[in-house]
């Protein structure tokens, strides 16, 4: 392994002296058999604390959001999927998230995708990804209602929803703060 694939070691800095990374993101909301598919994020620094997120990630610079969401779903999923199968974008907001190490800064766009059920394939994860992403699930929707786990974002539910409601897109969910390990 090259020291340039070598897993970063994360040391919680203070709120003060982190630095403050802005991208634009996309999130891919994967639903096959009433079941939306979540990866078990971590912040390094803070393992023992864990939440559950959609599919995807940064754009890349040239790329529109719905490349992004496509080549996203690929690398973390397996999943190949063509542009005209993605459903939005349903919503859009702000996300600024504390971690340990840093405060992310995303405008973020979230589509939807409906599939067959599949076995997830994460030989394509980042070595960042294969240190945060604990673990994957396919969750009844049903089940989302009821947990005491972090969903990321909270109103998962809401998107799911609005699938169907194409008159309605994209909802505007404005400059988020509350999906955080460590406090902004």
């Known amino acids: 392994m090259s020291q340039a694939d070598a897993p970063k070691v994360y040391v919680p800095l203070p709120p003060n002296e982190r630095p403050k990374v802005t991208r634009a993101a996309v999130r891919v909301v994967v639903l096959a058999d009433e079941r939306v598919l979540l990866f078990e994020d ?86 960042d990804e294969q240190l945060t992403l604990q673990s994957h699930r396919w969750w009844p929707v049903a089940e989302l209602a009821d947990t005491e786990l972090w969903i990321w974002p909270r109103y998962l539910l809401d998107l799911i929803d609005l699938a169907d409601r194409p008159g309605e897109w994209p909802v505007d969910y404005g400059h988020e703060t509350d999906e955080s390990t460590l406090a902004i």
């Open 42 to 127: 971590s912040d390094p620094a803070y393992a023992h604390i864990r939440w559950w997120v959609t599919p995807g990630g940064g754009i890349d610079p040239g790329e529109t959001e719905a490349e992004a969401a496509v080549r996203e779903l690929w690398e973390e999923t397996g999943l190949r999927i063509a542009e005209h199968d993605l459903i939005g974008p349903v919503s859009r907001r702000v996300a600024e998230h504390g971690y340990s190490d840093q405060i992310l800064e995303q405008s973020e766009a979230f589509y939807i995708v409906r599939v067959d059920h599949f076995d997830v394939d994460i030989t394509g994860h980042t070595v």
